[in-house]
């Protein structure tokens, strides 16, 4: 009977391993419905096979992710913290399965079909692109966010504030925490559900799950390198709930930045724009958001904006 390497000990749960994809798919499932015969249904799974997964992936991690009360299924704390981490782990898995992220020169490239036949494309731009587009917003953004060295409350960038949509990372993913009265998304959804998106999880914000967790990525890669990244984004979205989907094209500059605690803050700035560039994508595709969509071209004053030579 075979044996243990001398000074090797097992791994609790290596035997249930191969399970780990079909655990996360049930957990997540039961996650969303809270309902143990709409996940089992959604599955396609039974009763037993669904509380098995659950039980495992609990006895692997070593805490409890649901409790029942009243013979509704809730989430613990710790199921709460672990859900986003899942919910990406099974988006990444998905994505490179079916090709959806590449990588070109080191920039990323991603092209997804999320629910409802919705297109998801994202291009990532060399920075060098803020200096040759004609268009101000993100290039006025860069030069109060290097000027003020990432900190929020500087004076330099007091102008583009109103610009910026504030992340804070959280055992629960990225937490909105401030969104100004002139960003793209106060525009795109309203005043309302603008002010209502404020504290809530990328995962809980208008899109839906898939569309959150394309979103994951870039801001992991600006957190970890506490830089600046800049993609150009083509999508369909709702602006309102049962409403048809609309074409929606963005430059998007993301920028690390500092909590007045010094703590980390994510700034994100978007111009909805058709001065675009996706390599898979036609002048028709692009053109296809409505002109009146399209943020000015110059919305903010220029305090650090210097003319172009001819």
């Avoid at 809270?34 to 070593?62: D, F, P």
């Avoid at 992710?65 to 672990?82: H, I």
């Avoid at 998106?197 to 898939?210: H, K, N, Q, V």
């Avoid at 094209?249 to 700035?269: H, K, Q, T």
Wanted: proline share 6%; charged share 25%.
């Amino acid at each position: 009977m075979p044996t243990d390497p001398p000074g090797k000990t097992p791994v609790k749960g290596t035997e249930s391993h191969a399970l780990l994809h079909e655990m996360i798919r049930s957990f997540t499932t039961l996650a969303r419905t809270l309902n143990l015969s709409h996940a089992v249904r959604e599955l396609g799974s039974t009763r037993q096979t669904l509380r098995r997964h659950i039980s495992l992936l609990e006895e692997l991690k070593g805490v409890e992710l649901f409790v029942v009360k009243d013979r509704q299924y809730q989430l613990t704390d710790e199921g709460s913290r672990a859900l986003p981490e899942a919910l990406e782990i099974l988006a990444r898995g998905s994505s490179w399965l079916m090709g959806h992220i590449s990588h070109y020169n080191g920039m990323q490239r991603v092209h997804a079909v999320l629910p409802g036949d919705v297109h998801f494309w994202l291009q990532q731009q060399p920075m060098g692109e803020l200096w040759e587009s004609k268009r101000s917003l993100l290039r006025e953004c860069f030069r109060a966010w290097a000027l003020a060295g990432g900190d929020l409350e500087s004076e330099k960038m007091k102008h583009v504030r109103p610009y910026f949509m504030v992340y804070r990372n959280s055992p629960n993913g990225w937490i909105c925490v401030e969104i100004g009265d002139l960003a793209s998304y106060v525009s795109w959804y309203g005043w309302a559900t603008a002010r209502s998106s404020i504290g809530r999880a990328l995962y809980g914000m208008p899109g839906g799950d898939e569309f959150a967790h394309l979103m994951v990525e870039p801001f992991e890669d600006a957190a970890n390198h506490h830089n600046a990244r800049l993609d150009h984004i083509h999508t369909q979205l709702q602006r309102e709930q049962d409403g048809p989907k609309v074409p929606l094209n963005y430059r998007r500059l993301l920028l690390a930045g500092r909590f007045p605690d010094g703590s980390f803050a994510l700034i994100s700035v978007l111009d909805r724009c058709f001065d675009i560039t996706i390599d898979d994508l036609g002048p028709d595709e692009i053109h296809a958001m409505p002109e009146d969509l399209v943020m000015p071209a110059h919305p903010v004053e220029a305090l650090f904006e210097q003319p172009k030579r001819e």
